[in-house]
Nanobody, 124 residues
Framework: VQLQAYGGGLVQAGDSLRLSCAASGRTFRGFGLGWFRQAPGKEREFIAT?????????YADSVKGRFTISRDNARNTVMYLQMNSLKPEDTAVYYC?????????????????WGQGTLVTVSS
């Protein structure tokens, strides 16, 4: 069972980037999914979450209005994070995760499956 985040890279402030999260080994169709990030020297923080049916989404205040989470339950690439108007403070390793619940959750403790992260670097 594996999740893998990819799509990170080096961009300039104001640019956009789209992260993807691919699943293998099982389906996560019936579970909430989330994105978290960890900046150098900081704790991992919640970014966005989406419920199993995609109807409910929550965002951290720091990314609200700039980032959009979505999911595709019909494909192995299960989740996306569209990041617009990127800022240097968005620089971090981004992780995708699958919850053990159907709903959207902002709590990292609800997530039992974690992917390897992808680095996003935003230069000023």
């Amino acid at each position: 069972v594996q999740l893998q985040a990819y799509g990170g890279g080096l961009v300039q402030a104001g640019d956009s980037l789209r992260l993807s999260c691919a699943a293998s080994g099982r389906t996560f169709r019936g579970f909430g999914l989330g994105w978290f990030r960890q900046a150098p020297g900081k704790e991992r923080e919640f970014i966005a979450t989406i419920s199993a049916n995609g109807d409910t989404r929550y965002y951290a205040d720091s990314v609200k209005g700039r980032f959009t989470i979505s999911r595709d339950n019909a494909r192995n690439t299960v989740m996306y994070l569209q990041m617009n108007s990127l800022k240097p403070e968005d620089t971090a390793v981004y992780y995708c995760a699958a919850s053990i619940y159907v709903g959207a959750s902002t709590r990292s403790s609800d997530y039992h499956y974690w992917g390897q992260g992808t680095l996003v670097t935003v230069s000023s």
